[in-house]
């Protein structure tokens, strides 16, 4: 893994907040799939790592935000908790898949990947968290591999476009978006290694 991306372990992120201006808007679920590779060398899903997170203090919630996420920020079931404890519980696993891979640091895959690692970035701030495992600012973004690769950028188009399911009743929860978009960069990676693979075991054609 440390090879294929230069040091970098890819791990999908999606964040749900309350609105889309990270330093007003709370951040208030996020998920993370750090990504592994099977026998064959082929990208695959690792384990999902997940929680519900508490608006910071004097957070705005917009109520057409909260109305695609289906996210009642007072819901007693939420088991939400502090940004700083979050990130502890997010980071923590992550950083020993860095260490297994024997990569430098993760790098953020997101769709729409640069509002995701604002969002991160603007939590990190808050909190003073120092032992973050991203690069700061650099990203995979599946809308430009998925235009690229199937002509859609909708992450629901994009995953039927390369024969993935997709249900629209789950869609906007961090934990199904994440998994989502994690099949889909790994479907798209998958293929162009097979074709690397094809084209390197063809026989070179002669010229006439």
């Known amino acids: 893994m440390a090879a294929r991306f230069r040091g ?78 979050a990130l502890d519980l997010m980071f923590a696993p992550i950083r020993a898949e860095v260490r297994r891979h024997g990569c430098q640091r993760a790098i953020l895959v997101g769709h729409n990947a640069h509002f995701d690692i604002s969002v991160l970035n603007a939590t990190i701030r808050r909190t003073g968290h120092r032992r973050s495992p991203f690069h700061p600012f650099s990203v995979f973004d599946t809308v430009s591999l998925a235009g690229l690769a199937y002509g859609q950028t909708v992450l629901s188009r994009a995953v039927q476009a390369a024969g993935l399911p997709w249900n629209g009743d789950e869609a906007h929860s961090a934990i199904y978006d994440a998994e989502r978009t994690a099949e889909l960069f790994c479907t798209i990676h998958n293929r162009w290694r097979s074709l690397e693979r094809a084209a390197a075991q063809a026989p070179a054609v002669r010229a006439g």
């Open 8 to 85: 970098f372990l890819p791990v999908v992120v999606d964040v749900e907040t309350g609105g889309f201006d990270p330093e007003r808007h709370a951040l208030l679920e996020i998920a993370a799939v750090p990504l592994d590779l099977d026998g064959e060398g082929m990208l695959v899903l690792g384990r999902t790592v997940h929680t519900h997170v508490e608006a910071f203090p004097g957070a705005e919630l917009d109520p057409k935000s909260l109305e695609i996420t289906g996210i009642d920020p007072t819901h007693p079931f939420r088991d939400a908790k502090p940004e700083k404890d």
